[in-house]
């Protein structure tokens, strides 16, 4: 009881009231089980103090969201366009056609395990395309992905049709809001069916434009390079018709994608800025971490880059630890805030998984609390 109340900042008295009103009588010193220690956390005192923590500091964060963008700073930023879709269906072929590199070649048994994004410039005209993994496995990365996108492309390959992760994907792409493409990829192949994808199409209330409906449906193959201009002009038309804005100069926010610790050398993180433009130099707050941006680079050709306006991927150095995929980036003026906020969360993270919010937490690590 003693331990617990310590590690959640709650006091004994009521830890042991809670107890009472659960029919169990106790003291100070009293061993806790674990299933215990989730049901009080869970029903109590837990989420009233994790809700506390969160006015505190999120007030300023949805201030800095919330912040309106006069009309006239606002200037045309790349679609931030996503490939989705089931796994070895040609996500990454595609894209390595579009970026004129190789990856698939590179990675371990050709399956995609990170997220990417690159943004490539067409006749002046650029767009920003984030690659999710297909495999199962991958769901997470996948939502992430369709959530800071604003046209998916769904990849499908001619050969199989409609599949599991295909369809986990329209209902991530569905969620978001986004208008979605259908790439028929693989259409080189011998003896491929277009006309039973389509249909499949239709009955997921996706019907293609040639038979009446909104998708546009473009044959492609990674290998030939068949109707890949298609697929760049289609997503560029849609982009057009949506005129996709923000104000470049107000401080950046985004999203990070992946990040990881690389031994000494700091804390690799991926991010996407959806508004601003994040500089080095700049504070940052990302989730339950924050730093100084120490240095940026493009996420194609890995050389350094000062200034990273909308839309823009971007590999970043200068983070205290990696923060979650998916975690929200603010730009902040003064460090000492950003470091308080950081911990805050973090703070209130550890006390969730203590609360048994999360399933990693297991009875060993609540003792090291
Ligand atoms: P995950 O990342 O694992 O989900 O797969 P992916 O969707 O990225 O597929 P990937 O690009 O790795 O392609 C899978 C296999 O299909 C590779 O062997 C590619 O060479 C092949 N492939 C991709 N596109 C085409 C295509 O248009 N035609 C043919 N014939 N093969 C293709
Ligand atoms: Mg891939």
């Keep these: 009881v003693r331990s617990f109340s310590e590690a959640a900042s709650i006091p004994v008295a009521t830890v042991l009231r809670a107890m009472m009103g659960m029919g169990i009588m106790a003291n100070i010193n009293a061993e806790l089980a674990f299933e215990t220690a989730e049901l009080i956390a869970t029903e109590l005192d837990l989420q009233l103090m994790l809700k506390e923590t969160e006015t505190l500091e999120d007030e300023l964060i949805s201030d800095i969201e919330e912040q309106e963008d006069d009309p006239d700073s606002l200037v045309t930023r790349p679609p931030i366009v996503t490939f989705l879709g089931h796994v070895d269906h040609g996500k990454t072929s595609l894209l390595d056609y579009l970026i004129g590199i190789n990856v698939v070649s590179g990675e371990a048994g050709g399956i995609t395990q990170h997220i990417r994004a690159y943004e490539i410039d067409k006749d002046g005209r650029s767009v920003t395309f984030v690659d999710t993994p297909g495999h199962e496995a991958f769901t997470e990365m996948r939502a992430r992905g369709a959530n800071v996108t604003d046209i998916a492309v769904l990849v499908i390959a001619a050969d199989d049709g409609i599949m599991p992760q295909t369809e986990e994907a329209i209902s991530h792409a569905k969620a978001a809001g986004v208008p979605i493409?259908?790439?028929?990829?693989?259409?080189?192949?011998?003896?491929?069916?277009?006309?039973?994808?389509?249909?499949?199409?239709?009955?997921?209330?996706?019907?293609?434009?040639?038979?009446?409906?909104?998708?546009?449906?473009?044959?492609?193959?990674?290998?030939?390079?068949?109707?890949?201009?298609?697929?760049?002009?289609?997503?560029?038309?849609?982009?057009?018709?949506?005129?996709?804005?923000?104000?470049?100069?107000?401080?950046?926010?985004?999203?990070?994608?992946?990040?990881?610790?690389?031994?000494?050398?700091?804390?690799?993180?991926?991010?996407?800025?959806?508004?601003?433009?994040?500089?080095?130099?700049?504070?940052?707050?990302?989730?339950?971490?924050?730093?100084?941006?120490?240095?940026?680079?493009?996420?194609?050709?890995?050389?350094?880059?000062?200034?990273?306006?909308?839309?823009?991927?971007?590999?970043?150095?200068?983070?205290?630890?990696?923060?979650?995929?998916?975690?929200?980036?603010?730009?902040?003026?003064?460090?000492?805030?950003?470091?308080?906020?950081?911990?805050?969360?973090?703070?209130?993270?550890?006390?969730?998984?203590?609360?048994?919010?999360?399933?990693?937490?297991?009875?060993?690590?609540?003792?090291?609390?």
């Design 181 to 369: 493409v259908v790439a028929l990829n693989k259409i080189d192949l011998e003896g491929v069916d277009a006309n039973r994808v389509l249909s499949q199409l239709t009955e997921h209330q996706l019907t293609p434009s040639e038979w009446g409906g909104e998708v546009e449906v473009v044959r492609t193959s990674a290998i030939s390079g068949e109707g890949m201009d298609e697929l760049l002009e289609t997503l560029l038309t849609i982009a057009e018709l949506n005129e996709y804005k923000a104000n470049p100069d107000r401080k950046a926010l985004g999203v990070c994608l992946e990040a990881e610790q690389q031994g000494d050398r700091g804390v690799l993180a991926k991010l996407v800025v959806q508004n601003g433009t994040l500089s080095v130099g700049d504070v940052v707050v990302c989730g339950p971490t924050y730093g100084r941006v120490r240095a940026m680079t493009n996420t194609l050709t890995g050389k350094p880059v000062e200034h990273a306006g909308p839309s823009t991927p971007i590999n970043l150095m200068g983070l205290e630890s990696p923060p979650g995929a998916g975690d929200r980036f603010h730009v902040l003026s003064d460090i000492t805030q950003a470091r308080e906020i950081a911990a805050n969360r973090a703070d209130a993270e550890s006390r969730s998984s203590l609360s048994g919010v999360t399933t990693k937490v297991s009875f060993e690590n609540f003792q090291e609390m």
